[in-house]
């Protein structure tokens, strides 16, 4: 079973509809993250979490919104989605002082 | 301008060749790093380095921290090896820095 795992996989929706994106690891890291990927862009920070009652915002955070529900659980949602939130996004984990990141299997969403 | 600027950005190999990615950097660093994605999507780690160089079978990736400066080398490519290859820098925050990849296709 992957350590980082990411549902849906892949997501077909319409503009104005609300989508949550979630994740789950079982690495018992205590930093989650949430990133979008575009052609030609790198992978660009939605929001991150350094523990359950910590939440902040990265560098495309609007239209956005997350909930860690749990250490192990961390979920991302459009609350209207627009096209322009079609792209693959990606959580992530990583353990303070350790460097290393851990990704998920990514999950395609197309907003129509 | 990227904090992470990766060359080429598409490279294209016989089986058997050797290939090499280079990423420079701009901001201050803890460490760097290099993730490869493969076409269906998920993304892994390949090393991470703070100075030197690490050695993980046929990849080889090397960091100079005076030019701001990191390679990342395939040895006897294989077609197994197309993939995206990604550089990132973080710093001390766990703040991260991507490049916009690598894409390598290895031919037969």
């Known amino acids: 079973d992957a350590d980082v795992t990411q549902t849906p996989r892949n997501r077909i929706t319409k503009t104005g509809k609300r989508i949550m994106l979630e994740c789950s690891q079982t690495?018992?890291?205590?930093?989650m993250y949430w990133y979008r990927q575009d052609p030609g862009l790198g992978l660009r920070l939605i929001y991150y979490?350094?523990?359950?009652?910590?939440?902040n915002k990265g560098e495309i955070s609007d239209g956005y919104s997350v909930s860690r529900q749990a250490q192990a659980k961390f979920s991302l949602s459009l609350e209207s989605a627009i096209p322009n939130q079609t792209a693959l996004y990606f959580c992530?984990?990583?353990?303070?002082?350790?460097?290393?990141?851990?990704f998920g299997e990514g999950s395609r969403l197309t907003v129509l | 301008k990227n904090e992470v600027e990766q060359s080429p950005q598409n490279l294209t190999a016989q089986e058997g060749e050797f290939i090499t990615i280079n990423c420079s950097y701009s901001?201050?660093?803890?460490?760097l790093h290099w993730l490869q994605q493969h076409p269906g999507g998920g993304i892994v780690s390949l090393f991470m380095?703070?100075?030197g160089k690490k050695k993980h079978g046929r990849l080889i990736a090397t960091i100079n921290i005076q030019e701001k400066h990191s390679s990342l080398h395939i040895t006897a490519s294989h077609p197994r090896d197309s993939a995206v290859y990604i550089c990132?820098?973080?710093?001390?925050?766990?703040?991260?820095?991507f490049g916009t990849g690598t894409s390598l296709t290895v031919i037969p």
């Open positions: 901001v201050g660093i803890s460490a």
């Open positions: 690495k018992g890291h205590d930093r």
């Open positions: 990132a820098a973080s710093n001390t925050g766990n703040q991260f820095y």
């Open positions: 992530a984990t990583s353990a303070a002082g350790q460097g290393r990141m851990f």
């Open positions: 979490s350094f523990d359950v009652k910590d939440i």
């Open positions: 380095l703070s100075s």
